[in-house]
């Protein structure tokens, strides 16, 4: 008759078997984290490849297709906001060389610029974009705010740069470290 269970008196040999279980346990997990991670980046790859493969054959269909068309496209026929917006920036790009030349013409003598953005939250569409003109700008004896509200005034008064800007104001100023100056950021909507 054999017994239900056995008791191991030795506690050596207890100990002992103890840290072998401890140890394929260890090994036992450590197997199935790298096969595991192993597995999970085979089936990315398998995932992605077969993704570039659809994206690939779409492709190929939308190239096939266009060679079949005859040369000069007659399927697309533009709105006329398309067109709109295509004069705008036409007539744009030649307003924007007559503000550069502008601006130096009503920078007063005791400034200077130290950027100038275009758009700089990138909007795109028919969005409204904004310039906005970082400098520096000299009181020379007079009130520092006044000089800077004198620049404001002077750019939107001017009608080669404010050609287009509903709105040009003062969006911050603050002194400059020697005290006779002030820098200054003006936002042109």
């Excluded at 197997?31 to 570039?52: D, H, K, P, Q, T």
């Excluded at 994206?55 to 060679?67: C, D, N, S």
């Excluded at 569409?125 to 005034?153: C, H, P, W």
Aim: charged content about 25%; proline content about 3%.
């Amino acid at each position: 008759m054999s017994p239900v269970f056995a008791i191991n008196f030795r506690r050596e040999a207890f100990q002992q078997q103890i840290a072998r279980a401890r140890q394929r346990a260890i090994k036992l997990g450590l197997w199935v984290l790298y096969f595991g991670a192993l597995g999970i980046v085979l089936g990315l790859y398998g995932l992605n490849c077969a993704s570039l493969g659809q994206r690939t054959h779409m492709i190929e269909k939308q190239v096939a297709r266009l060679r079949k068309q005859p040369a000069g496209g007659s399927e697309w026929r533009p709105k006329s906001e398309d067109a709109e917006i295509v004069g705008r920036y036409l007539r744009d790009t030649r307003q924007w060389r007559k503000r550069l030349e502008r601006l130096p013409q009503v920078l007063p003598a005791n400034a200077r610029l130290t950027a100038l953005q275009y758009n700089p939250e990138n909007i795109s569409g028919s969005g409204e974009t904004k310039l906005v003109i970082t400098g520096e700008l000299r009181a020379g004896g007079q009130d520092r705010m006044q000089a800077v509200m004198n620049f404001v005034n002077t750019l939107s008064r001017d009608s080669v740069f404010s050609a287009g800007y509903q709105n040009i104001r003062l969006v911050t100023t603050r002194a400059t470290a020697t005290g006779d100056g002030a820098e200054f950021v003006i936002e042109c909507r």
